[in-house]
Each structure stands twice: as C-alpha cells, then as structure tokens.
C-alpha cells in the first residue's frame, strides 16, 4: 500500500467547510455563494477548499446532495409499489430540502456550461443512493433510468410551481401512481 505524500486531510476541515457551504446556500443563494464566504464561516482558507473541491459548483453539489445512506434511504421491501413510495418520498425530502432548493437552480446552469462537471457529480450520486435505486428497480425488471427521471424530474417542477408546501402524502400518491401505471388511460 502506497501513501500519499503529506499528511492526512483533516475531516473536522472537509464538515466544517460542508457546513458552511449549506448555512451560506440558504442565507445567501447560490449566486451569491463565493469561496471566501465559505472559508471564512469555516474557519480556514481557500486553498484549503480547493484542494477538496474543484469548483463553487463541486463543494455546493456535495453540500446540498451527500450521499449518506442516513438521508436518504432506499427501500427494498420486496413489494414494488411500497419501495417506489418511498423513493418518491426520499426524492421529494432531498429537493425540497432548503440547501438542495438554494443549490439546484445555479447548478442547472453550471452543468450546463461545463459537461464534465454534470458527469462528475452525477458519477459521485451514482455511487451511493442513486445507484441503489437504479438496482432496486432493475431487479424489478423496470427501465431505472427513465423511472429515476421520471420522479425527479416530477418533483423538481412541482417544486417550482408549487413551491413544495403541498408536496405531501396524497402528491406523492398520486405521483407513485402515475409512476406504476405509466400515462395509459
């Protein structure tokens, strides 16, 4: 086993700075969002950002979306209906979440500014919760990807529209039901 040369990132630093970033997202938005805001609320420098995250774009991905199985869990209780449910529900608690809805819109446009961001961080979700569903659902011998889409998708512009207060039990009913059933009359 090889080391890398130097010593050890300090991981108090990699939360403090994650914290940061989510208090900031929410006070100030995500185009008001700058590096030096972050490490001075943190308590270090910029460089130490930047040797953890590439970009604004990186470390606001990374604060708003973690992928700990503590925040979003996805079911596999061997009933279909019940685990897209609770995808759903997951999807709706993640985008709805006030970091997530201060992030998402300044990271739509940076993906689409820069591809290799958008591969990077979808590769870095894929890896944890996202991945997770993807295998849930294939092994329920459904398309993961469009249904992924689907949901997300769903619940990102009823964010928008709505502005998530009504995003409750009977919306995610309805929404897992157009899932199951697909758009058939």
Avoid: N
Avoid at 98 to 105: E, I, N, Q, Y
Avoid at 129 to 141: E, F, S
């Amino acid at each position: 086993m090889t080391t890398a040369p130097g010593r050890p990132r300090d991981r108090r630093i990699d939360r403090a700075l994650l914290d940061a970033t989510a208090e900031l997202l929410v006070e100030v938005g995500y185009a008001d969002l700058t590096m030096d805001a972050v490490a001075e609320r943190a308590g270090t420098t910029k460089p130490a950002i930047y040797r953890r995250w590439r970009s604004k774009a990186h470390l606001a991905h990374e604060a708003a979306f973690p992928t700990d199985a503590e925040r979003v869990q996805v079911p596999d209780t061997g009933d279909l209906a019940t685990d897209l449910r609770a995808m759903v529900r997951a999807c709706v608690d993640v985008f709805a979440h006030p970091v997530a809805r201060a992030a998402v819109p300044g990271l739509i446009a940076e993906f689409a500014a820069d591809p290799t961001l958008h591969a990077a961080l979808v590769g870095r979700l894929a890896d944890g919760p996202l991945g997770t569903a993807r295998d849930r659902l294939a092994r329920a011998g459904i398309e993961p990807d469009a249904v992924i889409e689907a949901m997300a998708g769903t619940t990102l512009l009823a964010l928008l529209f709505r502005g998530g207060d009504d995003l409750d039990d009977a919306w995610i009913d309805r929404t897992t039901t157009l899932l199951l059933k697909g758009i058939a009359p």
